[in-house]
């Protein structure tokens, strides 16, 4: 069994406030460029508080704000402790490799219908464009993190490409 010199928990918290970092700062500079900034955490804290009711555009929101970051932040933090198992488990099993992947499609796909299904017009405030760029900046950081933190898993591949 390979011996890791790092907690998973610390890698997945690591990884996980990066990724969260990264989305946040992606949104905060769409929203600054609008000349809202902070509009999105505000409408997502209001469409999280009120699924039922249209959300405010302006003023934001400060409750909102602090309720969708945290939640948000929560959300990062619990990926991240999922994607550091699951290396543990790939640096090992082939067949772990390939769940990295399946775990990155169906992260995005369930963002995005979650997203989606708390508010009818909440596809007209995200676009699918800034929700996948800003999920695959999200990914590059915590994959980027992860690639480095991890040699073994890089042998690993070497050795049993995915999908082999």
């Known amino acids: 069994m390979t011996h890791h010199h790092h907690s998973w928990t610390g890698e997945g918290l690591d990884a996980g406030l990066l990724g969260g970092s990264a989305v946040a700062v992606w949104f905060l500079i769409k929203d600054t460029l609008a000349g809202q900034p902070l509009r999105t955490p505000s409408l997502l804290g209001q469409i999280l508080l009120s699924p039922s009711q249209a959300p405010i555009i302006s003023p934001s929101d400060f409750g909102a704000i602090v309720i969708y970051t945290a939640a948000h932040f929560m959300a990062f933090v619990l990926l991240g402790l999922l994607v550091s198992w699951v290396i543990r488990l790939a640096v090992i099993h082939h067949v ?37 760029s800003g999920n695959l900046l999200a990914g590059v950081v915590m994959g980027g993190y992860f690639w480095r933190r991890h040699p073994s898993l890089r042998r690993a591949l070497g050795r049993v490409p995915l999908g082999a």
């Not at 399946?102 to 995200?126: D, N, P, T």
């Open 96 to 132: 772990a490799r390939f769940a990295l992947l399946v775990l990155a499609v169906v992260f995005e796909f369930f963002f995005f219908v979650v997203i989606q299904s708390f508010s009818e017009s909440v596809g007209q405030y995200f676009p699918a464009f800034w929700v996948l």
